[in-house]
Nanobody, 123 residues
Framework: QVQLVESGGGLVQAGGSLRLSCAAS????????MGWYRQAPGKQRELVAT???????NSPDSVKGRFTISRDNAKNTVYLQMNSLKPEDTAVYYC?????????????????WGQGTQVTVSS
């Protein structure tokens, strides 16, 4: 069974930094795109950053220059380094990954979400 486990959230003051990690485990053959999304209270879930297996990244202007996504393919892990945090970055952060995994009948591909980790930035 494949699962994503996040860690690294917490409470930080504005201007501070946090590093999130998300490790995928299970009978995994490969992982294509990995990413981070966030959802603040009363708002829709939004993209924070994505990274392909080849290292190409994508992120919205709201986090460019402050957040950096990276991954370790050997460890099936994606990271999000968040610097210069602002109160508006407060949200539950979710890891996401497109995973090719083994089943009793062969291989299958599915999109997975982590359980989420809370990031709170105080002013």
């Amino acid at each position: 069974q494949v699962q994503l486990v996040e860690s690294g959230g917490g409470l930080v003051q504005a201007g501070g930094s946090l590093r999130l990690s998300c490790a995928a485990s299970g009978n995994i053959f490969s992982i294509d795109v990995m990413g981070w999304y966030r959802q603040a209270p009363g708002k829709q879930r939004e993209l924070v950053a994505t990274i392909t297996s080849g290292g190409s990244t994508n992120s919205p202007d709201s986090v460019k220059g402050r957040f950096t996504i990276s991954r370790d393919n050997a460890k099936n892990t994606v990271y999000l380094q968040m610097n210069s945090l602002k109160p508006e970055d407060t949200a539950v952060y979710y890891c996401n990954a497109d995973i090719l995994f083994g089943t009793t009948w062969g291989r299958s591909r599915r999109n997975y979400w982590g359980q989420g980790t809370q990031v709170t930035v105080s002013s």
